[in-house]
C-alpha cells in the first residue's frame, strides 16, 4: 500500500452554522492520503480524499478517480496506487472521492444527477473539481476523470454535463452517459437491468442528443452544426473507454460499442483501424478519426472489471 496513513483534514476554521471552511493548498498534508470535509456544496454527501506529492509546484494537473460499486474513495486509490506513485514526477493532485449511497454507486439515473447543477451526486463532484482547480491553482486545460465501472459510468455523465471542467476521459467498463435514465436506481441491486444487460440501443446521433441535453446551452449560444459539434460553447473532452469482451456484469455486447458510438457522433469521427496488443497482449485498441478525440480498447477474455492501466490514461491525458 503506497500510502501509509490516512489524515482526517475538517477545515480550518468556522462558518456559519459551526461548519468547517475549505482548507487551503498549505493545509494539506502531502505524500499521504487525506481526508477532505469540506469544499463546497454537497447535496448528496460526498466524501473526499486526495493525494498531493511533496513536490508540487505551479500549475498542476488535476484527476478525478472515481470508485465502483460498494467501493470508496480510500479503496479505489489502493486499486490505482500508480496514480500516487507517478503524481510526483508528473505534477498532479488525485481526487478520489466517495458515494455513500445506493450501495455506494454512483446516481447515473436520477434527473438531479443527469442534469448540469441539478443537485445531484455529479453537482457535488462538479464542486469538488471547482474547489481543487482553485485550491491548488491548478491548469484548467489538465483536469481529467477516470473511473472503472459506477465510476466509469458516472465519468460520462460528468463529461456530458460539466464539458467545460474536464479535459479527457479514461473509462472502465461502463456504460453510455443516460444509459440508466429513469432506473429506479444505479446499482446492481436497485437498478432496471436492461441498460447492464446491454439492451439500451440507440444510433449514435440519438446518444449524442442525450449527451448534448445534460447540459442547457450557455446564455446566447444556439445548438452546433457541423462534424465535432455539440453544443456552441462546449468542448466535449476527448474519451478513451476500455471493456473486457468476457464482461457479463456490465455486458460488453453491447455496451461498449454504444459508448464509442455515443462519442464518435460527439466528436464527429468514426472507427478508422484496429491496433492489436496494444498496450498489453490481448488487448485492441481501436481509433477513431486519427486517435486524437476517441480510442477504445477491447479486452480478450478479460471479465468485469478491466484493470487500470495508469500509466496509459496519464499518455492519453498529455501528463
Not at 95 to 114: F, K, Q, R, T
Not at 236 to 250: R, S
Amino acid at each position: 500500500m503506497l500510502f501509509k496513513s490516512l489524515v482526517l483534514l475538517a477545515g480550518t476554521a468556522a462558518v456559519a452554522h459551526g461548519a468547517p471552511s475549505a482548507p487551503g493548498a498549505n493545509d494539506i498534508p502531502r505524500d499521504v492520503l487525506t481526508q477532505i470535509s469540506s469544499w463546497g456544496s454537497n447535496p448528496t454527501n460526498l466524501q473526499l480524499h486526495l493525494y498531493a506529492p511533496s513536490n508540487l509546484t505551479g500549475k498542476p494537473a488535476i484527476i478525478l478517480a472515481l470508485h465502483g460499486c460498494f467501493g470508496s474513495g480510500p479503496w479505489h486509490a489502493e486499486m490505482t496506487s500508480q496514480f500516487q506513485t507517478l503524481s510526483s514526477s508528473r505534477n498532479f493532485v488525485v481526487l478520489y472521492p466517495s458515494s455513500i449511497n445506493d450501495n455506494n454507486c454512483w446516481d447515473v439515473a436520477s434527473p438531479a444527477s443527469l442534469t448540469r447543477d441539478g443537485g445531484g451526486d455529479s453537482t457535488g463532484l462538479a464542486t469538488i473539481v471547482r474547489w481543487a482547480t482553485t485550491t491548488f491553482n491548478a491548469n484548467p486545460k489538465k483536469v481529467f476523470i477516470t473511473g472503472s465501472s459506477s465510476g466509469c459510468m458516472m465519468s460520462n455523465v460528468m463529461a456530458s454535463a460539466y464539458p467545460d471542467l474536464f479535459s479527457a476521459v479514461s473509462c472502465y467498463s461502463g456504460v453510455p452517459a443516460g444509459c440508466l435514465a429513469g432506473s429506479p436506481g444505479s446499482s446492481p441491486i436497485s437498478a432496471d437491468q436492461t441498460c447492464a444487460n446491454g439492451g439500451i440501443r440507440k444510433t449514435g446521433e440519438e446518444w449524442a442528443e442525450v449527451v448534448r441535453g445534460m447540459a442547457p446551452l450557455p446564455e446566447g449560444k444556439g445548438k452546433g452544426k457541423g462534424k465535432g459539434k455539440g453544443n456552441q460553447g462546449w468542448k466535449y473532452p476527448k474519451v478513451a473507454t476500455w471493456h473486457g469482451d468476457n464482461d457479463f456484469f456490465v455486458n460488453y455486447f453491447h455496451n461498449f460499442e454504444e459508448q464509442l458510438e455515443q462519442w464518435g457522433a460527439i466528436h464527429g469521427v468514426e472507427f478508422t483501424r484496429n491496433e492489436t496488443n496494444v498496450p498489453a497482449a490481448g488487448y485492441t485498441k481501436m481509433v477513431y478519426g486519427d486517435g486524437t478525440k476517441l480510442v477504445g480498447y477491447s479486452a480478450s477474455g478479460v471479465g468485469h472489471v478491466v484493470p487500470q492501466f495508469e500509466a496509459v490514461d496519464l499518455e492519453w491525458f498529455g501528463i
